[in-house]
């Protein structure tokens, strides 16, 4: 970051494996510091960063919010490919001076590679996006590996490593709400809403949205702070000049009021034409919570009802949900005699690949088979 500071993702502890891994990343962000790239970046960042703001059509203050999208901080990535290479070589250079295994950067951006061939389309697509000014991790890890001087003395602390990362949070954090399949729970504000199953729900960083397949319907959601107690006509003329306005339903969702209306005016969203219905619900504490339904004027395939009919079911967390929103933890096991890597994957909570992802956050090669024990007493990452 501007100012020569640095920040470690929750993400990448869980990808490391010992503390040499950790030291050559952060080596590797300390020689951009000191070799000023970030002082040369700063600018463009900044200017940049002016763009950011896209949902123009959501207004008010959001307070449902989620950690900034790795799209926007790929603005934070735009070191060039020369810059990276020395990064790589002054890190190295910490590294060995530290008294750390300066193979601990060839086994991390291993794991990097495993882990972009894993990722699904639209994951693939933002490491890509966050990488793009970097060197190929393909070039880099033989860049790293021709470097590498074998001498003997060297710590990894892997032990130690595990042991400070035991229950740390994996993926997405409650304290943001979380997104499983066609569901949204937020603990802190206890909320809870669905969407047809047939829609893909994103939580980004002001609002919640749902689309179907061919974005012919959307659903927005977020919310604002009603300090002044205006009822909730006031709020939506307020935002939409009376005259757009219609009112199309009184509601009462969860025992709460609400009100259905209707925008008269065509918005634009994302280069597209929709209709769009609003539906406010005043909430506790001063809250109010919006839905936004999108429906493409020039299509005959429309979801509103679905949605309108998910809405109404709108509540606070049961005691199911809100343990179904718990995050998952990183927990380190040690293994017993005649466990194979499948018999310890398949203790992880994760719903597909759990093989493939208990090697990379492992640091175990791809081509290990599915029987391969591992020695009595070794220690490994599951995913709880």
Aim: net charge positive; hydrophobic share 40%.
């Amino acid at each position: 970051m501007p100012g020569g500071y640095i920040y470690i993702s929750r993400g990448l502890l869980t990808l490391a494996n010992d503390e040499a891994e950790l030291a050559s990343v952060l080596g590797h962000e300390i020689a951009h510091v000191k070799a000023r790239h970030s002082a040369q970046r700063h600018a463009k960042a900044a200017i940049t960063n002016l763009g950011l703001n896209i949902l123009d059509i959501v207004l008010g203050q959001p307070i449902v919010s989620q950690v900034a999208s790795i799209g926007a901080s790929g603005v934070l990535a735009s070191f060039s490919r020369s810059e990276e290479i020395e990064a790589d070589t002054l890190g190295k250079n910490y590294i060995i001076d530290a008294g750390y295994d300066e193979k601990g950067s060839y086994r991390f951006l291993s794991r990097l590679r495993d882990l972009s061939q894993l990722s699904s389309d639209k994951n693939k697509k933002n490491i890509n996006s966050l990488f793009a000014t970097h060197p190929k991790t393909k070039d880099r890890m033989e860049n790293v590996k021709n470097s590498i001087n074998n001498k003997s003395l060297f710590v990894t602390n892997r032990n130690k490593y595990l042991a400070m990362i035991n229950n740390i949070t994996y993926g997405e954090s409650s304290r943001n709400g979380i997104v499983i399949e066609n569901k949204f729970f937020h603990i802190p504000l206890n909320i809870s809403f669905f969407v047809p199953k047939t829609f893909k729900l994103e939580n980004k960083n002001n609002s919640v949205i749902a689309r179907s397949k061919n974005n012919e319907s959307i659903l927005i959601f977020d919310g604002l702070i009603n300090e002044l107690d205006l009822n909730l006509l006031d709020i939506v003329e307020g935002e939409l000049g009376r005259s757009r306005v219609e009112v199309k339903k009184n509601l009462n969702i969860y025992d709460r009021p609400a009100i259905l209306v209707k925008d008269k005016k065509i918005i634009v969203f994302e280069n597209r034409q929709y209709n769009r219905d609003i539906i406010l619900i005043k909430w506790f504490d001063s809250r109010i919570w919006r839905f936004n339904i999108l429906t493409d004027v020039n299509t005959t395939v429309s979801f509103y009802d679905k949605l309108y009919k998910e809405i109404l079911n709108f509540h606070q967390l049961t005691e199911e949900e809100t343990l179904l929103a718990q995050p998952k933890k990183i927990q380190i096991y040690v293994t017993n005699k005649g466990e194979s890597i499948l018999s310890l994957s398949e203790m992880m909570t994760i719903n597909e690949k759990k093989l493939e992802w208990f090697k990379i956050i492992n640091g175990l090669d791809a081509d290990i088979t599915k029987d391969y024990e591992l020695e009595q007493g070794s220690l490994v990452k599951i995913i709880k």
